[in-house]
Nanobody, 128 residues
Framework: QVQLVESGGGLVQPGGSLKLSCAAP????????IGWFRQAPGKEREGVSC????????YYPNSVKGRFSISRDNAKNTVYLQMNSLQPEDTAAYYC?????????????????????WGQGTQVTVSS
């Protein structure tokens, strides 16, 4: 069973930073866009970043633009999410997944229903 594996979550104070990792099989990184999503209790899963397999282009919603940065290390088969200036509203479980519909991230945004191979998630808690 193919599954992506997230790591790097934890407890951080407001204004702090965390770097999440998403380990994936090589064929997934080669052929599918990879997205990061988050889900807080009682809320819908929200897409926070995407990186294309075709050209490395990226997508961020306004809620995280300028604070989050997605990158990819093909040698390590890993996608990263660098999160800076974290705020309590960023508290959520963070997941990575593959967009089986596209190699290039949709410019209009990413939708969880287009993604598969979800990992177990990693918890990010922003609190003083």
């Amino acid at each position: 069973q193919v599954q992506l594996v997230e790591s790097g979550g934890g407890l951080v104070q407001p204004g702090g930073s965390l770097k999440l990792s998403c380990a994936a099989p090589e064929f997934i990184l080669d052929y599918y866009a990879i997205g990061w999503f988050r889900q807080a209790p009682g809320k819908e899963r929200e897409g926070v970043s995407c990186i294309s397999s075709s050209d490395g282009s990226t997508y961020y919603p306004n809620s995280v633009k300028g604070r989050f940065s997605i990158s990819r290390d093909n040698a390590k088969n890993t996608v990263y999410l660098q999160m800076n200036s974290l705020q309590p509203e960023d508290t959520a479980a963070y997941y990575c997944a593959a967009d089986l519909m596209r190699r290039r991230c949709a410019e209009s945004g990413i939708t969880a229903t287009d993604f598969a191979y979800w990992g177990q998630g990693t918890q990010v808690t922003v609190s003083s």
